[in-house]
């Protein structure tokens, strides 16, 4: 049985346009790393933190709180240390504090006997996402942990269902450099929404979940959209409108926010229109002097995995 392991623990989008706190998906080739170490000293100490200014405090972080979580959930006889090297950015909308939760929950896991299941691990990762947004939502979680696709049933009890791969779709994910805290963008949210937004919604999200069963491309293209959240979070997010008119001018056929944003993310079923697409708005944003940070990726990233 190691007592050490090195974790990758990939970037993620939630809400997805169509379900806000209900689904998300792994992105591949960017993502944070961690050390998980097994120490007699209980609970968790931080030993190092590379890339970002976070506290080391394990009260005061989002890993220290998912693996005291996890070690008081399982009873564990040990304590562990942990290194986090940041990748992704905090603030950026694609899963930071997500990474830290479920990558720790996800090393001890790989230190126990006898391994607990993902649906008990994205429960723990879910405390510590709680310190960072005030909220226990899993929809970066759980792709972080799952990979691929989740949608999210239920949080009481949590159920989690892994969807079926979106294997020919593309992604750009774009990330203009200003940091939205997901606790503000929560904030501003209005309490209650109108039925008939609700019902469109509804309508919306189903029929995501269909078009990957029978993979319906027409009516992925149109379930694609957010009446809920997007109209108010969009205002967080500079030049958002602009920036989706460029995605469809580039043939992309979705676009939205990915999580709380700021960053945004775009579909297509070409990379090459990916490709022209974060091109033609990074060169947008520079223009406007603000600088951005674009990933393409497939979505059939891989949740956390073992790298040493
Ligand atoms: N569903 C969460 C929100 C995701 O949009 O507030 C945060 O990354």
New binding site residues.
Partial sequence: MKNEVKIYCPATV??VSCG??TLGFALEGIGDEMVVRKVTKPGVTITAITGEDLPMEAHKNVAGVAGHAMLEGIQADFGIEIEIHKKIRSGS?I?SSAASAAGVVYGINQLLETPRSNLELTTYAMKGEALA?GNE?A??VAPCIYGGITLITGYNPLRIIPLPPMETVYVGILHPHIKIA?KD??AILPKEVPLKDAIIQAQRLAGFVASLYEWDKQLFVESIQDVL?EPYRKQLIPHFDAIKVLSEQHGCIAFGIS??GPSMFAFAFAKAHIETYLTASKAYYKQQNLAVDTYASRIRGMGCMQID
């Fill in positions: 939630a809400n806000f706190d909308g899963g947004s939502h929809d970066n997901t963008a929560r959240v999580g709380s």
